[in-house]
């Protein structure tokens, strides 16, 4: 199993406390030692608002930091998951991920989705399309990247977005152009876009969701004659990793105080609950077990995110220590 970690930037209130002028060094340190091994990737989100509700708290905007880390790495891939196909027109969305591969010597991955998030939405002055309309731009957009990528250049007359003899150069360095994540899970149309262009999926990592939406996407890819095994399917997890159970559950503790010092009651349980329950929870042995049974219905990129990681790394490195050996023997 391959394995990306998200960085801290604010989104999650995960930086809370730190001054502003010590966050860029926290963001980094976080991306370094991620490099060192064993991770493959880091992430951030493509958000400018925070979650579980808005707040005045801070969110840094995921292309800068994509080209941040471009220059400040050497090694490690740089994602987003996942960049909405709504806040960039995608001819100019192009050009910046080209850019930042170019600076990153062919390390960046796209990961796009249609956007949810109406708050920022409407905040930046974006509207709020139907869900239909914003799954429609997803759809052309991709096209547009796709053909810049590998051709440079994208004429294409649709009907929310417009090229006429765009030109991109220099190419993305990587061969095929900048991979293409596609995020969510809608069935019948993410995800048959996701078999049309995807390289990497990105859906729920719960069991039966997880079957499920891999067996439609399968279904898709009959339909459009892509080759389903060839599409790396992808999940996020939240990681509390502690070595005792109850060492994990202090853990929880703590994140339930910090949510509740940050945001409403009401929305500090809604994050909290989030915590509660899932395969990236528990010590290193039920975290691998959990992962190996993903592992068997073929989720073979885990990309975690670790809520505590800007003040404490100790389930970063217990989940290196442990699970990930576990996960590769």
Same mark, same amino acid.
């Given at each position: 199993?391959? %394995? ?7 989104? *999650? $209130? !995960? ?6 002028? #010590?966050? /860029?060094? @926290? ?100 509207? %709020? ?7 429609? *731009? $997803? !759809? ?6 796709? #053909?810049? /990528?590998? @051709? ?16 991109l150069r220099p190419l993305p360095l990587q061969d095929g152009g900048i991979p293409l994540w596609i995020a969510g899970g809608g069935e019948k149309k993410t995800l048959r ?82 915590? @509660? ?52 023997t």
């Amino acid at each position: 199993m391959r %394995f990306g970690l998200f960085v801290p930037q604010g989104w *999650r $209130l !995960d930086l809370t406390g730190i001054e502003p002028v #010590d966050h /860029w060094k @926290t963001m980094l340190g976080i991306a370094k030692h991620a490099e060192a091994g064993p991770f493959e990737s880091i992430w951030v989100y493509d958000h400018f608002h925070t979650v579980p509700e808005p707040t005045e708290e801070a969110t840094h905007e995921a292309w800068s930091l994509m080209s941040a880390f471009a220059a400040a790495t050497e090694t490690i891939r740089l994602g987003q998951m996942c960049t909405c196909i709504g806040y960039r027109n995608p001819a100019y969305l192009a050009k910046v991920a080209a850019t930042t591969d170019i600076i990153s010597g062919g390390r960046v991955e796209m990961g796009i989705g249609a956007g949810w998030y109406e708050h920022e939405w409407r905040a930046y002055g974006y509207g %709020f399309p139907s869900a239909g309309e914003r799954l429609a *731009r $997803l !759809d052309e957009g991709v096209q547009i990247m796709r #053909d810049l /990528w590998t @051709t440079g250049k994208s004429t294409l007359a649709g009907e929310h977005y417009r090229t006429d003899g765009a030109i991109l150069r220099p190419l993305p360095l990587q061969d095929g152009g900048i991979p293409l994540w596609i995020a969510g899970g809608g069935e019948k149309k993410t995800l048959r876009i996701a078999a049309r262009f995807a390289k990497y999926t990105n859906f729920a990592a719960d069991i039966e969701t997880f079957t499920r939406k891999s067996e439609i996407l399968a279904g898709h890819c009959e339909d459009v004659g892509t080759d389903f095994g060839a599409i790396v399917r992808s999940a996020n997890l939240n990681g509390v990793i502690a070595e005792t159970e109850k060492e994990v559950q202090d853990k929880l503790a703590w994140l339930k105080d910090h949510y509740a010092k940050h945001a409403s009651p009401e929305a500090a349980e809604r994050a909290y609950s989030i915590f @509660t329950a899932g395969a990236g929870i528990g010590t290193p042995e039920q975290v691998a077990e959990r992962l190996a049974k993903l592992e068997t219905l073929g989720m073979t990129y885990a990309i975690f995110n670790f809520p505590e990681a800007a003040y404490d790394r100790s389930s970063i490195d217990l989940f290196a220590k442990h699970v990930v050996p576990a996960m590769n023997t």
